[in-house]
């Protein structure tokens, strides 16, 4: 079992930055692949960055790629997503989601989820 806590969201003007955290609780968190999705009003959750156990590897959705950033710190069992140069269609609320050893099919794995954190981005 897994707990997520996603924090760091907020309002922030368009071409801003912020970085949200997930912190897990458990023993294992190394032993997952973790990913963040976003969810904005009247669409579906869509995937965003996903990252390996390890770190040395991710991956991004095309609409945020080099700008924003997935890593993670496995002392502290967290994961980040750093987002600059936000734009108004980054709105949305974002979830973090841990895969028990699966990174390739993170997207559609089961998982654990957390609660979500709100990023309001104005134009």
């Known amino acids: 079992q897994v707990q997520l806590v996603e924090s760091g969201g907020g309002l922030v003007q368009a071409g801003g930055s912020l970085r949200l955290s997930c912190a897990a609780s458990?023993?294992?968190?190394?032993?997952?692949?973790m990913g963040w999705f976003r969810q904005a009003p009247g669409k579906e959750r869509e995937f965003v960055a996903k990252i390996n156990y390890n770190g040395d590897s991710t991956y991004y959705t095309d609409s945020v790629k080099g700008r924003f950033t997935i890593s993670r710190d496995n002392a502290k069992n967290t994961v980040y997503l750093q987002m600059n140069s936000l734009k108004p269609e980054d709105t949305a609320v974002y979830y973090c989601k841990a895969v028990y050893l699966n990174y390739s099919d993170l997207p559609a794995a089961r998982g654990y989820w957390g609660q979500g954190t709100q990023v309001t981005v104005s134009s």
């Open positions: 458990g023993r294992t968190f190394s032993y997952y692949a």
